[in-house]
T-cell receptor
């Protein structure tokens, strides 16, 4: 069991659908992250939030829209995705956005775009 | 962020020690060395991190070279559950945590 909870575990969506991925942590962490991982590849950073403010956007297409409504919750809103967006989406948190703060990962949402 | 170099794969036998190397010759003075591992069908799991001194925790030990250009993750007695992809990453404050290709560790019974 991880302390970062991601829902849903699996999601299948069509290219015209709108869906959201949810991530929650109750460890009092103030930095939260979204990563994307394709099969047999390392995770790739998408977004970093620090104190609920978007701090890094790794040139992610606008069809991915992150939201951090409070310090415990991180959402990723999905709209008009492409089949190549199918991947494992990982959420992580750390106490601070600082070098000595380890990341705690959830087990991800496996997304399939049809 | 500075890059790291790890072997693509390593093998070990159960109950033997495992030494996983990582080179990071362009490390800066404020970079922390982090290690994570990822088991199949799970998110990455934090293993250990350090700055200059060797570090021990319940999972592993981290040995850092004096010049900090390399480090070694030590699993003292490998078990089958330690089979995973191990990532060595340099982390800076206000920076990205960028994963490299990692080392696939296979543990034989």
């Amino acid at each position: 069991d991880t302390e970062v909870t991601q829902t849903p575990k699996h999601l299948v969506m069509g290219m015209t659908n709108k869906k959201s991925l949810k991530c929650e942590q109750h460890m009092g962490h103030r930095a939260m992250y979204w990563y994307k991982q394709k099969a047999k590849k390392p995770p790739e950073l998408m977004f970093v939030y620090s104190y609920e403010k978007l701090s890094i956007n790794e040139s992610v297409p606008s069809r991915f829209s992150p939201e951090c409504p409070n310090s415990s919750l991180l959402n990723l809103h999905l709209h008009a995705l492409q089949p190549e967006d199918s991947a494992l989406y990982l959420c992580a948190s750390s106490l601070l956005w600082a070098a000595k703060s380890p990341l705690h990962f959830g087990n991800g949402t496996r997304l399939t775009v049809t | 962020d500075a890059k790291t170099t790890q072997p693509n794969s390593m093998e070990s036998n159960e109950e033997e020690p495992v030494h996983l190397p990582c080179n990071h010759s362009t490390i800066s003075g404020t970079d922390y060395i982090h290690w994570y591992r990822q088991l199949p069908s799970q998110g990455p799991e934090y293993v250990i991190h350090g700055l200059t001194s060797n570090v021990n925790n319940r999972m592993a030990s981290l040995a850092i070279a004096e010049d900090r250009k390399s480090s070694t993750l030590i699993l003292h007695r490998a078990t089958l559950r330690d089979a995973a992809v191990y990532y060595c990453i340099l982390r800076t404050s206000y920076g990205k945590l960028t994963f490299g290709q990692g080392t696939i560790l296979t543990v034989h019974p």
